[in-house]
């Protein structure tokens, strides 16, 4: 399985942003798909899980409320729409893939098996 993430780049605090991810090859076993960030000098942190057969989602506690994780209907493309940003949200996120969506949610992000490349968001005033 690829992952090809796309958006990104500079925004204003309060701004909006949007990160896509589309899922190739064999993705016939993957079912939780989402997003794991790591701001520079922290530790990584998963942000939000989908789970692509049952449409559940998780989110870490620092984004409720302000980002939206989705998936188109062929299930091979998902979304993270970012609102209300903030400095703190700055990051390079990362595009995840993994069998298990209760794996990703329960046990973060130390166990997700399929990585994309990365895309930096920078929110800044």
């Known amino acids: 399985v690829q992952l090809v993430e796309s958006g990104g780049g500079s925004v204003q605090t309060g701004g909006s942003a949007r990160l896509s991810c589309t899922a190739s090859?064999?993705?016939?076993?993957?079912?939780?798909m989402g997003w794991v960030r790591q701001a520079p000098g922290k530790e990584r942190e998963g942000v939000s899980y989908?789970?692509?057969?049952?449409?559940?989602?998780h989110y870490a506690d620092s984004v409720k409320g302000r980002f939206t994780i989705s998936t188109d209907s062929a299930k091979t493309t998902v979304s993270l729409q970012m609102n209300s940003l903030k400095s703190e949200d700055t990051a390079v996120y990362y595009c995840?893939?993994?069998?298990?969506?209760?794996?990703?949610?329960?046990?973060?992000?130390?166990?997700?098996?399929?990585w994309g490349q990365g895309t930096l968001v920078t929110v800044s005033s």
């Open positions: 995840v893939a993994d069998p298990s969506f209760f794996r990703m949610a329960e046990s973060g992000y130390k166990y997700i098996k399929i």
């Open positions: 090859g064999s993705t016939g076993n993957i079912d939780g």
């Open positions: 989908i789970s692509l057969s049952t449409g559940m989602v």
